[in-house]
């Protein structure tokens, strides 16, 4: 694949991650919000759900690389698979695309919101938390899981070999080999943080949530939102500093 444009990152990054954004939290609003249809349905349902956004956003941005996340974007940057240049453009382009599919998310359920009981829960919907707040250790299970995800796009051979681009062509599993991954990293690591691993997915629908006119909503909970986007990034930086030391390997 040719070398991807500004133009590519700015389109494609947005709208992959607004629709990553906008299905993933959906899944979540449908579990959480009473008058749903799909209430209480179970967090595989929700892990299931994210996996297959993640397939629905990444074949969506195929142009631009589908990072739809700045910890796969720097960590692609530092295999030397994406030009340092244009990882702002990827970063700004994904905070935009999550913010924009938080706020498609609220419009699609908005007379949920409006009638559900409980709406001091439903921050929830759009951004992570721990069961258990720790600071220190809520950051190592995102550096752990989100280590995993950028470790795993790394070492596909798609990847490798076609410049840090998932190729359908040439890959057995494609996109839906992310979702697997995404699904398992939910199940076996995401129950103590909810599984961020993406910074601006969980920044941006935060700030999104800031500005919903939600009656009576929950604490944005400011002072955890840095560990989703720290852990992340060290998790992601990791994976690419591993990748360089054994691609020869």
């Given amino acids: ?46 892990n299931f759900g994210w996996g297959l956004a993640v397939f629905a956003g990444a074949s969506i941005a195929w142009q631009s690389g589908a990072h739809l996340n700045p910890a796969v974007t720097l960590g692609l940057a530092i295999a030397d ?13 994904q905070m935009i695309g999550a913010f924009i599919g938080a706020m498609l998310c609220y419009a699609a359920y908005k007379k949920n919101f409006d009638a559900d009981p409980h709406p001091e829960d439903t921050r929830g919907i759009f951004c992570t938390g721990p069961q258990v707040k720790s600071y220190f250790w809520n950051t190592v299970t ?72 939600i009656k009576g909503k929950g604490s944005l909970e400011w002072n955890y939102a840095w560990v989703p986007v720290v852990g992340p990034i060290i998790g992601g930086a990791l994976a690419g500093g591993l990748f360089l030391l054994t691609q020869n390997v």
């Fill in 142 to 213: 995102e550096v752990i899981g989100t280590f995993v995800l950028v470790f795993w796009i790394l070492r596909s051979p798609a990847i490798s070999q076609n410049g840090g681009t998932l190729d359908l062509g040439n890959s057995g599993l494609g996109y839906a080999g992310v979702a697997f991954v995404v699904l398992v990293i939910g199940n076996s690591l995401g129950g103590p943080t909810g599984y961020a691993i993406n910074p601006a997915r969980d920044l941006a629908p935060r700030i999104a949530y800031a500005l919903m006119p």
């Fill in 81 to 93: 698979k994406t030009p340092w240049s244009q990882v702002p453009i990827y970063i700004c382009a």
């Fill in 1 to 46: 694949m040719s070398a991807v444009t500004d133009g590519q990152i700015w389109l494609w990054e947005i709208i992959g991650t607004a629709v990553l954004i906008l299905l993933g939290a959906g899944v979540v609003a449908g579990n959480n919000l009473v008058k749903s249809g799909f209430h209480n349905s179970g967090g595989l349902f929700i």
